[in-house]
T-cell receptor, first 113, second 112 residues
Framework: DTAVSQTPKYLVTQMGNDKSIKCEQN?????MYWYKQDSKKFLKIMFS???????INETVPNRFSPKSPDKAHLNLHINSLELGDSAVYFC????????????FGEGSWLTVV | SQQGEEDPQALSIQEGENATMNCSYK?????LQWYRQNSGRGLVHLIL?????REKHSGRLRVTLDTSKKSSSLLITASRAADTASYFC????????????FGQGTELSVKP
């Protein structure tokens, strides 16, 4: 009965590789997000999709490409991984509009070596 | 730009004591939310306070909001070891389409 699930939970990869993180929510929400949490626990929004349409793109390098095949899924593909991409990536979802609770996945720990 | 900043960055208390965490922000908001993150886990929503509210309670949690000072506080009363976690405030600013901006969090350690 997981609400927001993302895979993989842990990912260790070499610089220059391409990797994807998948996310699915079964809450019936119409908005999904990707957040990045750095080593200092600073949580920064990367992307937001509403009904499969991109609505927020926070000056993320274009090596990061989100894809939303339907409103229950938002995957994150990262090309040419760099050391600085090492972080925890959180998928989340909510109903659209102000004042709605955001539900987070458990995070994907990405380590680039 | 980062909206919420929390204070203190780390707080260590004994079980049974109260814990107070503060959050300051820069622009006008629709609402402010508090989230909790256990080590190695995702964030969990605790409480939302709207810009026209001054105080809100949920169980052992009490949140205040002072829009004139652009600040909020989260009080956890009678803390327990299980309250050990990081606590984040998140602001929903005007004209931002519901986007939440998170602070850097307060790391709370409750010692048994």
């Amino acid at each position: 009965d997981t609400a927001v699930s993302q895979t993989p939970k842990y990912l260790v990869t070499q610089m220059g590789n391409d990797k994807s993180i998948k996310c699915e929510q079964n809450l019936g929400h119409d908005t999904m997000y990707w957040y990045k949490q750095d080593s200092k626990k600073f949580l920064k929004i990367m992307f937001s999709y509403n009904n499969k349409e991109l609505i927020i793109n926070e000056t993320v390098p274009n090596r990061f490409s989100p894809k939303s095949p339907d409103k229950a899924h938002l995957n994150l593909h990262i090309n040419s991984l760099e050391l600085g991409d090492s972080a925890v990536y959180f998928c989340a979802s909510s109903q659209s509009g102000s004042g709605n609770t955001i539900y987070f996945g458990e995070g994907s720990w990405l380590t680039v070596v | 730009s980062q909206q919420g900043e929390e204070d203190p960055q780390a707080l260590s208390i004994q079980e049974g004591e109260n814990a107070t965490m503060n959050c300051s922000y820069k622009t006008s908001i629709n609402n402010l939310q508090w989230y909790r993150q256990n080590s190695g886990r995702g964030l969990v929503h605790l409480i939302l306070i709207r810009s026209n509210e001054r105080e809100k309670h949920s169980g052992r949690l009490r949140v205040t909001l002072d829009t004139s000072k652009k600040s909020s506080s989260l009080l956890i009363t009678a803390s327990r070891a299980a309250d050990t976690a990081s606590y984040f405030c998140a602001t929903d600013a005007y004209n931002q389409g519901g986007k939440l901006i998170f602070g850097q969090g307060t790391e709370l350690s409750v010692k048994p």
